[in-house]
């Protein structure tokens, strides 16, 4: 029988305690193994948080680690530098560059619904937005903008 235990975790960092150690204890797995795999798995996205699920097979002590992609706020956060947004239009929290915008929302486009890279990057400006995250030193609504109106295309491709 195979149970699913989901759990955040930062990346590289997880330990045999909640959530993991007391959901796993019961079902007779070493907890120290799964963590091990698990920090392995996350390690290159050292300092977000990241989805995990730990699927376990009962009957015979086997488990496998799936990693899913960190939240897109979590990766401007890290683009920008900065451990929390919700700066204002005066004082933004923090800047990212239009290449580093690219470079999320190429990371995101196997898991965003979006259906272009033009898309995904407007999400991904949506969510500079609400952070309170500059783009190039330009409100986020303003690059979106720039993407509509096609400013952008050949850097989106």
Same mark, same amino acid.
Request: proline share 6%; charged share 25%.
């Given at each position: 029988?195979?149970?699913?235990?989901?759990? $955040?975790?930062?990346?590289?960092?997880?330990?045999?305690?909640?959530?993991?150690?007391?959901?796993?204890?019961?079902?007779?797995?070493?907890?120290?193994?799964?963590?091990?795999?698990?920090?392995?798995?996350?390690?290159?996205?050292?300092?977000?948080?990241?989805?995990?699920?730990?699927?376990?097979?009962?009957?015979?002590?086997?488990?496998?680690?799936?990693?899913?992609?960190?939240?897109?706020?979590?990766?401007?956060?890290?683009?920008?530098?900065?451990?929390?947004?919700?700066?204002?239009?005066?004082?933004?929290?923090?800047?990212?560059?239009?290449?580093?915008?690219?470079?999320?929302?190429?990371?995101?486009?196997?898991?965003?619904?979006?259906?272009?890279?033009?898309?995904?990057?407007?999400?991904?400006?949506?969510?500079?937005?609400?952070?309170?995250?500059?783009?190039?030193?330009?409100?986020?609504?303003?690059? $979106?903008?720039? $993407?509509?109106?096609?400013?952008?295309?050949?850097?989106?491709?």
């Amino acid at each position: 029988m195979k149970k699913t235990i989901d759990a $955040i975790v930062e990346g590289g960092k997880a330990t045999a305690g909640p959530p993991l150690g007391p959901a796993l204890g019961p079902m007779g797995i070493n907890a120290g193994q799964v963590v091990a795999k698990i920090n392995e798995m996350t390690k290159p996205f050292g300092g977000m948080k990241v989805p995990v699920k730990v699927v376990v097979n009962t009957d015979d002590k086997s488990f496998e680690v799936h990693v899913g992609s960190p939240p897109t706020s979590e990766l401007v956060k890290k683009e920008a530098g900065i451990e929390k947004g919700a700066g204002t239009a005066e004082a933004p929290a923090g800047n990212i560059t239009f290449d580093g915008l690219v470079r999320i929302a190429k990371g995101k486009s196997s898991v965003s619904l979006g259906k272009s890279i033009n898309d995904i990057a407007k999400e991904v400006a949506g969510t500079c937005k609400s952070l309170g995250v500059t783009i190039d030193g330009k409100d986020a609504r303003a690059v $979106i903008r720039e $993407i509509d109106g096609g400013k952008h295309d050949s850097l989106l491709k």
